[in-house]
């Protein structure tokens, strides 16, 4: 049982052996079982190396149960957003909607991934490593545009009134990403695909199967080149807001404790928004790197969880629509009992 390794004979291909048993053998078919790299890392996995078995099971299991939690909140979330207009009505609630909208995309492709993959159908497959690249891809844009926003508000304070403003910043945030996409499709649609050849998919483990960006360039340029420039402005913004909320509190009376944690609260807040635990992906390379990957799965696989911890559990106005939309259906209830 071999499968075919993309990155082998410097990006040319080959059979790779690595990871897989034979299960069972007929006069027609022969079954494979094979455990390799189908975690969140392999979304911007830089170096393209394979990993242990135990490993890749461990990390497997933390990126699906990361990602159905990110889904469960993110749907909370927009619930929230979209159901109480008085917490959704500034640009920063509508930016989060959309980037929640993205996120939610990203994890549940992710999760139907390998499912889809299964079919062994060549149409489906692209098209869900396209899905999956398009909201990767729309995740981040929205997330630089959450800089943007923030270095235009807090850095340098833009009051001028922009026409049509979040028309234009939806125009951009999924725009580019349809853009880019639609670019590699155009040029190759085949830098799409299984991690298996189509003839071989049927006798393997649904855990060998994943749809994503196959070829080597595509896969640095439009997804590892992307995600770099716009985490790059990410931190240079978070630098700088950092730097402006200092200074506000330059001349106001420290409180010590308090201040303390609510600036460690913020400095997290922009952590999870910028998508800044991303980074991460970027060092994980070298005999070492599997220790990056644990923290890079688990934090970015449960970013959804965090924007609901930080713009809803703990964001004061959002507990006191919920406080008041609850306490209105138990009065309703009790004018009826």
Not at 17 to 39: A, F, I, K, N, Y
Not at 82 to 105: C, E, H
Not at 242 to 267: C, G
């Amino acid at each position: 049982c071999v499968f075919w390794d993309f990155y082998q004979n410097n990006g040319h291909g080959g059979w790779n052996g690595e990871g897989c048993e034979t299960h069972s053998v007929s006069p027609s078919q022969t079954s494979c079982r094979c455990d390799h790299l189908t975690h969140f890392g392999v979304l911007l996995d830089v170096s393209r190396e394979p990993i242990s078995d135990t490993d890749s099971r461990i990390l497997t299991l933390l990126s699906f149960l990361g990602c159905g939690i990110s889904s469960v909140f993110l749907g909370i979330t927009l619930i929230t957003y979209l159901g109480f207009k008085k917490v959704r009505q500034d640009y920063p609630s509508k930016i989060l909607i959309n980037l929640s909208v993205a996120l939610l995309g990203l994890s549940m492709t992710f999760l139907l991934n390998s499912w889809l993959s299964s079919f062994s159908n060549y149409g489906l497959c692209i098209s869900t490593a396209a899905v999956l690249h398009y909201f990767l891809l729309a995740s981040f844009t929205w997330m630089g545009l959450e800089a943007v926003h923030m270095y235009l508000a807090l850095v340098r304070i833009f009051n001028s009134y922009v026409s049509f403003y979040m028309l234009k910043l939806c125009a951009v945030g999924w725009g580019i990403p349809l853009l880019v996409v639609s670019l590699v499709l155009a040029i190759n649609k085949d830098a799409y695909g299984n991690s298996l050849p189509a003839e071989l998919a049927t006798g393997y483990s649904i855990s060998q199967q994943f749809c994503w960006v196959q070829h080597s360039i595509f896969f640095y340029v439009t997804v590892v080149a992307f995600v770099a420039l716009i985490l790059l402005c990410n931190i240079c913004v978070f630098i700088l807001v950092l730097i402006q909320i200092r200074k506000m509190k330059v001349n106001k009376p420290s409180e010590n404790s308090r201040v303390s944690l609510r600036d460690l609260r913020t400095v997290a807040s922009l952590t999870v928004l910028l998508g800044l635990t991303w980074i991460m992906g970027f060092f994980s390379f070298g005999p070492r790197r599997v220790i990056l990957i644990y923290p890079f799965t688990i934090c970015n696989s449960l970013q959804g969880l965090f924007i609901f911890v930080f713009h809803c559990l703990l964001k004061e106005n959002v507990r006191k629509q919920w406080k008041a939309h609850l306490g209105c259906r138990r009065l309703r209830h009790g004018d009826y009992s």
